[in-house]
């Protein structure tokens, strides 16, 4: 039977937000704690939501560091979370005076392209509340009302969704039915071959993964999953040989480690219906890459590829772990984003 096993004492789980906000605004106050306490902190592994950091010490640390520098870094996460709704709160409100701004003369234009339009009212040329009411004044400019908003549909309607110009040479993409302007759409389908718009995929795509890598699937029936105890458990196992980098690799011709990865899926409709999901990413070369390691910071190695799979039996999201009601929905939404559908 497979063992799943999770050390929790050395490990912290922060939101992604809060994270990239201390590192990119007080990097100084995150310097501090490792200088103080003699811990490192490393990413140990994400979610769509969260990084797992992992601390660790040098033999000569004391013992009882990580426990201390633990709960600095969580007294640390929990105030730097404090000032990212701070920050976020004042940009709402900067946006929405520019947006406030920008409608006295610009009405239609700025109700477009503001990035809070989904969450304000809609404003007239004078900053008049559009759709209020406001007793007469609302009835007698009804007419009018009906007639700007008329005028907005249509215009967006002719208007480009990537260049926010009027498109020019319409083309409109046979699956989805979105359109844009043909040199427009054409320059975006050259990046990624899939909508602007909506995600929606056009052709295969292929990606860098090793070549010489082996998946190779089992099952376990008395392997028990949380959330999933009517079913028992399907085993991947994925083996990749060293080896060296391509030419559509970062550093061509550079040898690059070998490695092998485990990940657990209920063996239920759904999670078979994943499985055969799994097998065509990697068929197309897209569960992994090679880049740098976000757990050792090492280069040059084979590292996952934005599909997430569970690498533990137990311990929730956070850990990689299940229970998790929503994984096989998210993880489907995942591989849908990469083209990998089932029809």
Not at 145 to 152: F, I, K
Not at 224 to 236: M, R
Not at 303 to 317: A, E, L, Q, R, V
């Amino acid at each position: 039977m497979a063992n799943c096993g999770v050390n929790t004492k050395n490990k912290v789980t922060v939101n992604k937000p809060v994270w990239e906000f201390l590192n990119k605004e007080t990097p100084s106050k995150l310097n501090r704690l490792r200088e103080d306490s003699g811990v490192r902190i490393l990413i140990d592994g994400e979610t769509s939501e969260i990084y797992v950091l992992r601390l660790s010490v040098d033999s000569h640390v004391p013992t009882n560091a990580i426990p201390l520098a633990r709960k600095a870094l969580k007294s640390l996460l929990k105030d730097t979370e404090k000032e990212l709704k701070k920050s976020y709160k004042q940009h709402q409100l900067s946006g929405f005076m520019t947006y406030t701004d920008k409608n006295s003369d610009h009405t239609g234009e700025a109700h477009s392209r503001n990035t809070y339009s989904r969450s304000l009212p809609t404003f007239g040329a004078r900053g008049m509340i559009l759709g209020g009411s406001s007793g007469g004044a609302s009835s007698s400019h009804g007419s009018s009302r009906d007639h700007r908003r008329e005028e907005t549909e249509d215009d967006r309607e002719n208007q480009c969704p990537i260049c926010l110009g009027e498109i020019q040479n319409i083309k409109t993409l046979e699956k989805c039915q979105h359109s844009f302007c043909e040199d427009c759409i054409t320059r975006a389908l050259q990046v990624k071959k899939a909508c602007p718009m909506c995600g929606r995929f056009y052709g295969q795509l292929v990606g860098n993964q090793p070549e010489n890598g082996r998946m190779l699937v089992s099952k376990d029936s008395g392997l028990l999953l949380p959330g999933y105890e009517k079913y028992g458990t399907i085993i991947i196992q994925y083996v990749f040989p060293p080896g060296i980098q391509g030419a559509e690799h970062p550093n061509p011709g550079v040898r690059y480690p070998g490695t092998t990865r485990v990940a657990y899926l209920p063996d239920c409709p759904e999670g078979n219906k994943v499985l055969a999901l799994f097998k065509k990413a990697f068929d197309q070369r897209l569960t992994f890459t090679i880049g740098t390691s976000m757990t050792t910071g090492r280069p040059n190695v084979i590292t996952w590829n934005d599909i997430h799979h569970k690498t533990n039996c137990t311990g929730g999201p956070q850990l990689f772990g299940y229970p998790d009601p929503t994984y096989l929905l998210r993880v489907q939404e995942e591989l849908r984003a990469k083209g990998i559908t089932a029809d």
